[in-house]
């Protein structure tokens, strides 16, 4: 029978070889809602580091945090691999919105935005949807459709959604088609939440691993 001492030495070699891939930081605009929900996928850790930021801060402000986290990384000798900022088009006004596009774009960060807000991506999950709704309206539609009152901090959404997930992707795919050339201040909806969900299933085990 090994001692506690030698099963404490294994663990520690065990976690020197750990070999980590890539390293997300994923900053949200929300203080809850979005980080809950991108903190619940069940990502490979041997693989991937995964930190969810809610900033509560406006899209400018958002981004900007975004830059000092990733370059505060990077003189740490700990730099992201991706570097992802999640926020609506909500009623910030237009500048606001493209000058954040502008500022990710220009320091290789990625956007995963929603227009008008978030809970498009939930809904989604259940159907296609290209016509323009409130804001407000799209948390009445969905406590209609997974049967209890929809609550924006609900950290058991993931859970509740992934098995609808293949459906959400596709119908945000199809949704971006409905616009050419793209300009996400004005299409109404879009979103492109689906690009991180796609690039964070990379690093989620099949089952039975």
């Known amino acids: 029978m090994s001692k506690p001492w030698d099963r404490e030495s294994d663990y520690r ?13 994923i900053v949200c605009e929300g203080a809850q809602t979005e980080p809950n929900y991108f903190r619940a996928f069940p990502v490979h850790t041997d693989l991937v580091e995964v930190d969810v930021a809610g900033v509560g801060a406006n899209t400018r402000s958002l981004v900007e945090e975004a830059i000092r986290r990733k370059d505060n990384a990077t003189r740490e000798g700990k730099p992201y691999n991706q570097v992802w900022c ?6 910030f006004p237009a500048a606001n919105f493209n000058e954040a596009f502008r500022l990710a774009r220009a320091n290789g960060m990625r956007t995963a935005y929603s227009n008008q807000c978030f809970e498009l991506w939930y809904f989604l999950h259940f159907h296609f949807n290209d016509a323009a709704l409130h804001r407000h309206a799209y948390g ?18 993931y859970a509740l959604l992934q098995g609808k997930q293949a459906t959400a992707i596709r119908n945000a795919r199809k949704l971006l ?8 201040e004005k299409d109404d909806p879009s979103t492109t939440v ?3 969900v796609e690039a964070l299933n990379e690093f989620i085990p099949d089952d039975g691993e």
Do not use: S, W
């Open 177 to 184: 088609t409905r616009y050419f050339p793209c300009n996400p």
């Open 140 to 157: 009445q539609k969905l406590t209609g459709l997974i049967g209890k009152k929809y609550e924006k901090n609900d950290a058991g959404m």
């Open 86 to 91: 999640v926020f609506d088009r909500d009623v």
């Open 13 to 25: 070699r065990r976690e020197a070889t750990r070999v980590i891939r890539d390293r997300f930081l």
């Open 194 to 196: 689906h690009l991180l």
